[in-house]
């Protein structure tokens, strides 16, 4: 590798970096939005069974099961209402971009998770048979020569699993009457 290939590497990799630390989890510094009176219960991650379909970088159960955890607890442990809601989360499968040959094919980073909601006061399951949330990778400057450059396999995990958790806020948004909400204002159609 030629010096000026080494520094354009490292000059991406930094910009990459910056661009990771400026667009993360910046809303996670806002209040969070609003869940009626919620506090997260049980966070339960399994991991064991994930499905690893094509090429990517090999990552254990325990490191995703810490990965996701911690990424439902930063966004959904900032809730200091009386209800209480448990989550089971099951990483159904993933793949996390290895390098790839930059440009020409950067693989990009997915991951598949089921989540299920429960209410702990009556001990019901909110969504019987649980959702499923497809995660991909965004498309970005670091990116798009592959994350798998840019990244060390614990910061792709952190993101992914940053995006999950903010797939299952989403998701809870949709279902107001959960949380005793009143229901989502339907968008008017295109004219």
């Not at 990552?59 to 990965?67: G, I, L, N």
């Not at 497809?134 to 614990?154: D, P, Y």
């Not at 909400?181 to 295109?190: F, G, I, N, S």
């Amino acid at each position: 590798m030629t010096i000026l290939a080494r520094f354009m590497r490292s000059l991406l990799m930094v910009a990459g970096l910056a661009l990771l630390a400026a667009c993360g989890a910046g809303d996670l510094k806002k209040p969070p939005v609003p869940l009626g009176d919620f506090v997260m219960g049980l966070n339960v991650v399994v991991a064991d069974t994930a499905q690893v379909p094509g090429i990517s970088r090999q990552v254990t159960a325990d490191e995703w099961e810490a990965a996701m955890k911690q990424a439902m607890v930063d966004r959904f442990g900032r809730y200091e209402g009386s209800r209480i809601y448990n989550f089971g989360i099951n990483i159904e499968g993933y793949v996390l971009a290895p390098p790839g040959v930059p440009v020409v094919a950067s693989p990009r980073s997915a991951l598949i998770v089921r989540v299920h909601v429960f209410e702990d006061a009556t001990q019901t399951q909110l969504n019987p048979g649980g959702k499923q949330l497809t995660l991909v990778e965004g498309v970005s400057a670091e990116s798009f020569i592959g994350s798998g450059w840019t990244q060390t396999k614990e910061e792709q995990m952190a993101k992914m699993a940053y995006r999950a958790a903010l797939s299952v806020q989403n998701y809870l948004l949709d279902n107001p009457e959960w949380f005793g909400l009143p229901p989502k204002e339907p968008v008017p159609a295109a004219k």
